[in-house]
């Protein structure tokens, strides 16, 4: 795969990315609250970083977001509507979720081809994505053989299938080796900058200071912060060490 | 409109790019051809006790009465159009194409419904040449003529392809895969068998998803025994259209309540 040509994967079209909008969420598995209150608004032509602790409730609000759970109170919603009630909504957002997004025994060709059906996209889309996120060579081979990074690719090439103009990222870089860690970073830069919404959840908190522009992070269920980078980090050296600042001063606080 | 047809192409994909269609078909082969016909060529007349033979009306309609244990194959595989998402945690993916959750399952039930079709066509076709490849061995003429044979073998193939829909539903419902094969030979092995001799409780039994395919199958002997025995006289013993749609009225409230209930549960 060439870094470059990736890259170029959205930045060969002007995007109008979706708005995506989460307000008053909360969210309680029986009587444990996963969500007392998370905020959050990702732009179009920005990559927002969601950021928190083990547990803090950023993998629900994505859930959330995308119709793949329920809120008890509050709202979420993509250019105002929720994800459930979009006509095509695999052309507005595409959803980097779990890495075994794909039956074991399908080829990743196949996997592909029924997605692609299922969202009603053309059988070429499928060849073009296989090219654009490097598994080409592997498509005929059964998933169930694929390792971390393999299945990472594909659960991007899967987003990327019905060509959307919002991405949803969760810890996309698992499993990454060095080089996919550079495209997928130079992916997502081009497609803000060609106007595209990227909303991305990770830990890995040197990788996400070198390609987002604004900040959301959740703590215990709730929104401590919101904004753009560079207000966050502030006069600290890096993103870790502004996070960590903010982190145990609000532990400090709790106790 | 144009998203169901979507959602029924994308399942349709799905099952054409596993091995699942060549099982089936395997296994309607094995159920309807094999097994009609080793009994056929054996003979049933040599079995232990001695059935009666093959050119007898008896004897032709017992054997093609095996092809009652073909029914679970296909409700086993229709389990799984569901409960094979969640085990193999493809269900998000799913949803994420195909948000609206009621959809996904028709359009599983239309793609499975096609597959149980198919399983039906083969079974029918393969226990029809199993038979006359015995009474061919045997030099005899067979007991039923070849329309009734044929006949007899499409509502058994038929209530395989209610069966596949029936499947679906379950696995709709239950979404842990052994749980589901759980419920369906529970209920069909076990809680019918068990509510069939219960006095007062088998006045329903005709009504019941085994005594439909009784009705739709013709195998109607043992119904009629309970309906007289109750003092009852079961139109679902007697019309085996009425006993087809039960059997699709079952598989379609195991769906209605699965789209209402546990399909409507957040995924993980």
């Known amino acids: 795969m060439s870094a470059a040509a990736a890259a170029g994967v959205a930045a060969e079209r002007v995007l109008s990315g979706p708005t995506l909008r989460a307000e008053g969420l909360v969210k309680s598995f029986g009587p444990v609250p996963a969500l007392t209150r998370v905020d959050l608004v990702a732009r179009p032509g920005r990559v927002t970083g969601f950021i928190g602790p083990n547990g803090a409730g950023k993998s629900t609000t994505l859930r959330i977001l995308t119709g793949l759970a329920r809120a008890d109170r509050g709202t979420a919603t993509i250019d105002g509507v929720p994800y459930v009630g979009l006509?095509?909504?695999?052309?507005?957002?595409?959803?980097?979720?779990?890495?075994?997004?794909?039956?074991?025994?399908m080829t990743a060709r196949g996997h592909l081809q029924t997605q692609a059906a299922l969202i009603g996209v053309a059988g070429e889309r499928v060849e073009e994505v296989?090219?654009?996120?490097?598994?080409?060579?592997?498509?005929?081979?059964?998933?169930?053989g694929f390792s971390t990074g393999m299945r990472q690719r594909l659960a991007l090439a899967t987003a990327l299938l019905g060509r959307p103009s919002g991405l949803i990222l969760d810890e996309p870089t698992n499993g990454?080796?060095?080089?996919?860690?550079?495209?997928?970073?130079?992916?997502?830069?081009?497609?803000?900058?060609?106007?595209?919404?990227v909303l991305v959840s990770s830990h890995v908190l040197t990788e996400l200071q070198q390609v987002i522009?604004?900040?959301?992070?959740?703590?215990?269920?709730?929104?401590l912060w919101s904004g753009s980078l560079s207000d966050f980090t502030g006069e600290h050296a890096s993103l870790e060490g502004a996070y960590l600042s903010m982190i145990e001063k609000e532990m400090a606080c709790d106790s | 409109m144009r998203q169901l047809k979507d959602a029924i192409r994308g399942e349709v994909v799905r099952l054409?790019?596993?091995?699942?269609?060549?099982w089936t078909l395997v296994a309607a082969v094995a159920c309807g051809g094999l097994l009609t016909g080793l009994v056929a060529l054996t003979g049933p007349e040599n079995a232990t006790p001695p059935m009666p033979g093959l050119d007898t009306v008896a004897g032709v309609s017992g054997v093609l009465s095996l092809l009652g244990v073909a029914l679970f194959?296909?409700?086993?595989?229709?389990?799984?159009?569901?409960?094979?998402?969640?085990?193999?945690?493809?269900?998000?993916?799913?949803?994420?194409?195909?948000?609206?959750?009621?959809?996904?399952?028709?359009?599983?039930?239309?793609?499975?419904?096609?597959?149980?079709?198919?399983?039906?066509?083969?079974?029918?076709?393969?226990?029809?040449?199993?038979?006359?490849?015995?009474?061919?061995?045997?030099?005899?003429?067979?007991?039923?003529?070849?329309?009734?044979?044929?006949?007899?073998?499409?509502?058994?193939?038929?209530a395989a392809a209610i069966y596949m829909l029936l499947g679906v539903g379950i696995g709709a419902v239950a979404r842990h895969q052994l749980l589901a094969i759980g419920i369906t030979l529970g209920y069909f092995y076990f809680m019918e068998n068990l509510m069939m001799i219960l006095p007062g409780v088998n006045v329903v039994y005709p009504f019941l998803p085994g005594g439909a395919t009784a009705a739709l199958t013709g195998s109607t002997?043992?119904?009629?025994?309970?309906?007289?025995?109750?003092?009852?006289s079961s139109p679902v013993a007697q019309a085996p259209l009425v006993g087809a749609l039960l059997l699709l009225g079952y598989a379609l409230a195991t769906s209605a309540l699965a789209a209402a209930v546990s399909l409507r549960r957040d995924v993980a």
């Not at chain 1, 080796?177 to 919404?197: K, M």
């Not at chain 2, 085990?87 to 959750?101: D, E, G, I, S, Y």
């Open chain 1, 130 to 144: 296989l090219e654009e996120t490097g598994l080409s060579s592997v498509s005929r081979r059964r998933v169930r």
């Open chain 1, 176 to 197: 990454l080796d060095p080089s996919g860690t550079v495209w997928l970073r130079r992916l997502l830069r081009s497609f803000a900058d060609a106007g595209g919404t």
């Open chain 2, 221 to 232: 002997a043992l119904l009629e025994m309970i309906a007289a025995e109750a003092g009852v």
């Open chain 2, 73 to 158: 194959v296909p409700a086993l595989i229709g389990t799984v159009a569901i409960t094979g998402e969640y085990r193999h945690r493809t269900v998000a993916t799913t949803f994420l194409a195909v948000p609206k959750r009621g959809r996904v399952l028709v359009a599983k039930l239309i793609a499975y419904g096609g597959l149980g079709l198919t399983y039906g066509v083969v079974l029918a076709l393969s226990a029809v040449v199993g038979i006359y490849a015995g009474t061919s061995a045997h030099g005899i003429e067979a007991g039923l003529d070849p329309e009734a044979i044929l006949g007899t073998t499409a509502r058994y193939g038929g």
């Open chain 1, 87 to 105: 006509s095509s909504p695999s052309r507005v957002l595409g959803v980097v979720g779990d890495l075994a997004g794909a039956h074991p025994g």
């Open chain 2, 16 to 22: 054409t790019r596993t091995r699942l269609p060549l």
């Open chain 1, 213 to 223: 522009d604004d900040l959301v992070l959740v703590e215990a269920g709730r929104t």
